[in-house]
């Protein structure tokens, strides 16, 4: 491994000399943003407010939100609501309400008018299934950090909020129980407790789902001292790692869809992208929620696999990149790299330092007892950039939801070209969601690094955002952000609808990139950006909420 290792710091090394010398601000027309620090919250504040204030006219209570008609309906069949975009929403209203100067008791009155829907209006007793892990990341997570926030922040009610994620953890852990291995079928009905096998793809569950659904489940345990939600999401993995030979015969690295009876995997499509990707984050946030020392192991052999199998550069300018591998490790490398994968820049980052700055991990043991964590460090600044170039080069200044990476020899009939020439799309991939994963690694960059150029990018998204993801833009009372169906041509291709993680995601990212005093050792987002506290280690212990399994 260490040779590997070292070529790899000095491949780095390398390609660090070389990316400073391309003069990346010349790839676009767009003039960089010179906006100061309490101009870009207040901006990104007003942003939050276009988009909120449409959906509270339009679409309130309602899980789907379509932007430009102004139409809506809820996600589970019997048409009742399941808070998609308002339980997701609360914590970034928090957020915003503790540091913004201009718009204090607007955000505090939609948090108070959120809270009574929650307390009064949404009901998990519904008669139809729902996905365990979009409803776990999204609706469990939203309602566990609106209570930490609540209490931290001292704003609302936070009974409300924790009331409703063990009405709903409650529902949701049921689905434990429907395999013999542990490892859940893909949906649940909420009222009846069934759980139903994934539909398609011969009933095998995605692997990145059944292990995301760990933090928010170990931190209900925690706060209700109730450490059964603790042993049913931990359950998983033996089957996972053992049933399969993990370590060994896949360094680390996991095929997209597992059999939940058996845990054996399903196919042998490795990838960081969709079905993939939060699998070896939950490794990592685990360990930085818990202090359990198993699960930073298990994200070291993880992040070796993926440098030893997935790790490319692109051909003229060298961005770093990870690719699949559809036909398993031994199979052809491919450089496609979905959007999903940017937020790897965030992890690295913050797997190396542990939310310290970077200045002060260098100064601690854990820092030079593990040289992989300069080598991730590095990583993580290039992985940032390319994503960061996704937005740059294209004409709005938008990423598009999967690129090609150039190798040299790359197909390309059809396919739109990056300016640098390093990427393509393809012309079913040129849709933008408003995703967040390029802020959320530029956010993490910026805070461990301190360094202005993370800002400056930022502010050029939010930037691209305002001016090509917008609707009756001139008109501040009608202004709103939605998806785009092309990022490539201007002026861009809008589609009909908001998805909840603009709200919950991408704005808070982008308005945590802002927030001076912003402390990562003690919290740990979830996967849908939903912030957790750092567990206090001697509770942990005094509730014998400790790993219950090793390898
Ligand atoms: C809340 O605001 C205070 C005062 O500005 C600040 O120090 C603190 O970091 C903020 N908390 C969060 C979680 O943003
Ligand atoms: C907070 O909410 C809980 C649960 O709904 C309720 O019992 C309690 O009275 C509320 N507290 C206040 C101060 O309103
Ligand atoms: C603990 O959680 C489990 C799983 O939802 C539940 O069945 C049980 O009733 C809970 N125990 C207590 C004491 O609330």
Request: proline share 3%; hydrophobic share 35%.
């Amino acid at each position: 491994m260490k040779s590997l290792v070292s070529a790899v710091i000095s491949t780095v090394v390398a390609i660090v000399a070389i990316a400073y010398y391309v003069p990346w601000n010349t790839y676009s027309e767009r003039k960089p943003a010179g906006a100061g620090v309490e101009e870009m919250k207040g901006q990104i504040e007003t942003m939050f407010l276009a988009s909120w204030r449409d959906y509270s006219k339009y679409g309130w209570g309602y899980d789907v939100y379509d932007t430009i008609n102004h139409n809506f309906h809820n996600m589970p069949r019997d048409n009742r609501p399941l808070g998609w975009i308002i339980v997701d929403s609360v914590d970034t209203l928090m957020l915003m309400y503790n540091s913004s100067v201009l718009y204090k008791s607007e955000f505090e009155a939609e948090i108070l008018k959120s809270e009574e829907w929650i307390g009064n209006v949404l009901d998990f007793d519904i008669d139809a299934e729902v996905n365990l892990f979009e409803t776990t990341i999204r609706m469990l997570g939203g309602l566990l950090s609106a209570y930490h926030l609540s209490d931290l922040l001292e704003v609302g009610n936070k009974t409300v909020y924790l009331n409703k994620a063990i009405d709903l953890g409650d529902r949701l852990a049921l689905a434990f129980l429907s395999t013999q291995s542990g490892i859940p079928y893909s949906s649940i009905n909420l009222r009846s407790g069934r759980a139903i096998k994934n539909h398609v793809d011969g009933g095998a569950s995605s692997t990145a789902e059944f292990t995301t659904l760990q933090m928010e489940f170990k931190y209900l345990a925690y706060l209700t001292e109730n450490r059964t939600y603790w042993d049913l999401v931990e359950r998983v993995y033996e089957p996972l790692y053992k049933n399969n030979d993990l370590l060994n015969a896949y360094d680390g690295l996991v095929p997209i869809y597992t059999f939940p009876e058996t845990g054996k995997f399903s196919g042998s499509n490795v990838r960081f992208g969709s079905r993939g990707d939060s699998f070896y984050e939950y490794l990592l946030k685990q360990y930085l929620l818990t202090h359990e020392t198993l699960y930073y192991d298990l994200y070291r052999k993880s992040m070796q696999g993926m440098k030893k199998h997935l790790l490319a550069h692109s051909k003229p300018s060298s961005l770093w990149y990870i690719g699949e591998r559809e036909e398993g490790l031994q199979g052809k490398f491919s450089s496609k790299m979905d959007h999903l994968v940017c937020f790897m820049g965030g992890l690295l980052a913050s797997g190396a330092t542990e939310g310290l700055s970077v200045n002060e991990a260098r100064e601690r043991p854990f820092f030079s007892l593990f040289p992989d964590r300069q080598n991730d460090w590095l990583l993580a600044k290039e992985l940032t950039h390319t994503c960061y170039q996704m937005y740059n080069q294209t004409p709005s200044g938008l990423a598009p939801e999967i690129v090609v990476f150039n190798e040299g020899n790359t197909e390309q009939n059809g396919w739109w070209q990056s300016s640098s020439g390093d990427f393509f799309v393809k012309p079913l991939d040129r849709h933008n969601l408003q995703r967040p994963e390029t802020v959320e690694s530029i956010m993490f960059m910026y805070h461990l690094s301190h360094d202005n150029k993370y800002r400056q990018w930022g502010a050029d998204i939010a930037s691209s955002f305002l001016e090509n993801s917008c609707i009756d833009c001139d008109d501040l009372n009608l202004r709103r952000f939605t998806s785009l169906s092309d990022c490539i041509v201007l002026p861009t291709k809008k589609s009909n609808n908001m998805e909840s993680f603009w709200l919950a995601e991408t704005l808070k990212y982008l308005y945590i990139l802002f927030l001076d005093d912003f402390d990562l050792t003690k919290v740990v987002f979830n996967t849908e950006a939903h912030p957790f506290p750092v567990l206090d280690e001697k509770i942990l212990k005094s509730l014998s909420l400790t790993t219950g399994w090793s390898l």
